[in-house]
Structure formats: structure tokens, C-alpha cells
């Protein structure tokens, strides 16, 4: 079956550091690849997302890039925020009711 | 546009008990798939409602039903409660089987 794992954490960055939050999946098919965000006490936000090969996905200084021959959807930012501490969650979609299939969240505290 | 809300925001419960939580689903969308999550974990599947049918299960026991009303609205229930049913029920919602899905805010419910 399907199946997400991602870079645990937590992790502890300096605000203006680079951020990088590695993602791989196995998955039948070719799905989509996404992440989500989850701020503290509120559900999830989608942040970006990439349907096939090589998409490179973007949204608010964070990208990832869908690498089929590596099976990773790695989340990049170059200079992170105080406001970018959250839980991030890698997903895919599959199947044909396109449920979606999360890794276990990486928590992200950005510190002044 | 209303985004996808759920009710009740929290909800404490006991072992044995049964429950229902609701969610309306973004303007315009008649797809519901519902979410559980626990602690310090990822989203996992529970089920899927297209034009007021089930489409698609996790895997969850069967004392996990839902319902779709004509208005695309749902519900959850889950009958005798389990410690471990302890979680954020997250619901989404989006038009048609797609991949894009707009989450609510969840419930999160407390079974002691």
C-alpha cells in the first residue's frame, strides 16, 4: 500500500536559516504529492502541491520538487519566519477516490 | 465562499459512550472524507462520501459509519467509544473525486 515518511524532528532553527524537511514515499501509480501545515490548535492547510514528475511546487518562500527516481518530495525554504512554526505533513493522494496518505508530521520552531 | 466548518469544536466523552460529529462542507463541494488524528501523528483515512454514498474505507471497525445528507453535509459516528478513539477528527471537503481537498478545523474528542 501507500505509505509516507518524513523527517521526524522536531526541529530548531534560527530565524533566516535555511529549512529543509526531507519527505519520501512508496505509492503505486503515479500520485500527487503534497504538503500541508497545521498551525497550533487548527487543522491542516495545504501549502503546496505537485501532480507529476519533476512539478516543482511553491507557495509563501517554500518549495519542493516531485522526484519520481528518488520517490521524494522534499520541503525547502531559504530563510524561515518566527510564523513558520508549525507542523508540517507530507501526503499523497492515490486510488480512485483520491484518499490521502500523511506521513507523521515534522513540529518546526522557529526562534527570533 | 464558507470554508468547511465541523461541530462541535471539542467533545469529551466516556468508554462505551456513542458520538456524532458534523461537518459542512465548502460552498459548491459534494465530496466529504473524514480524518483521524491522534496525537502526535498524521492524518489517517476513515472514509470517503460522494453524492450521499460511501466511497472508500479505511481501515476502521465498522462501529465507524457516516452518513451524507442531500445538502452534502455529514456526520460521523462512532459507537461504543474506545480509550484509544481519543483524537482530532478532521473532515475535508472538495468537488467531485480530486485531490484537492479543503480541511476543517476539527474536533477533537476526548474519550476517558
Known amino acids: 500500500g501507500n505509505s509516507v515518511t518524513q523527517m521526524e524532528g522536531p526541529v530548531t532553527l534560527s530565524e533566516e536559516a535555511f529549512l529543509t524537511i526531507n519527505c519520501t514515499y512508496t505509492?503505486?501509480?503515479?500520485?500527487?504529492l503534497f504538503w500541508y501545515v497545521q498551525y497550533p490548535g487548527e487543522g491542516l492547510q495545504l501549502l503546496l502541491k505537485a501532480t507529476k514528475a519533476d512539478d516543482k511546487g511553491s507557495n509563501k518562500g517554500f518549495e519542493a520538487t516531485y522526484r519520481k527516481e528518488t520517490t521524494s518530495f522534499h520541503l525547502e525554504k531559504g530563510s524561515v519566519q518566527v510564523s513558520d512554526s508549525a507542523v508540517y505533513f507530507c501526503?499523497?493522494?492515490?486510488?480512485?477516490?483520491?484518499?490521502?496518505?500523511f506521513g507523521k508530521g515534522t513540529l518546526l520552531t522557529v526562534n527570533p | 465562499e464558507t470554508g468547511v466548518t465541523q461541530s462541535p469544536t471539542h467533545l469529551i466523552k466516556t468508554r462505551g459512550q456513542q458520538v456524532t460529529l458534523r461537518c459542512s462542507s465548502q460552498?459548491?463541494?459534494?465530496?466529504v472524507s473524514w480524518y483521524q488524528q491522534a496525537l502526535g501523528q498524521g492524518p489517517q483515512f476513515i472514509f470517503q462520501?460522494?453524492?450521499?454514498?460511501?466511497?472508500g474505507r479505511g481501515n476502521f471497525p465498522p462501529r465507524f459509519s457516516g452518513l451524507q445528507f442531500p445538502n452534502y453535509s455529514s456526520e460521523l459516528n462512532v459507537n461504543a467509544l474506545e480509550l484509544d478513539d481519543s483524537a482530532l477528527y478532521l473532515c475535508?471537503?472538495?468537488?467531485?473525486?480530486?485531490?484537492?481537498?479543503?480541511f476543517g478545523p476539527g474536533t477533537r474528542l476526548t474519550v476517558t
Open positions: 460552498s459548491g463541494h459534494n465530496t
Open positions: 462520501y460522494y453524492r450521499e454514498e460511501e466511497n
Open positions: 501526503a499523497l493522494s492515490g486510488g480512485s477516490n483520491y484518499k490521502l496518505t
Open positions: 505509492a503505486t501509480g503515479y500520485p500527487s
Open positions: 475535508a471537503s472538495s468537488w467531485g473525486q480530486t485531490d484537492e481537498q479543503y
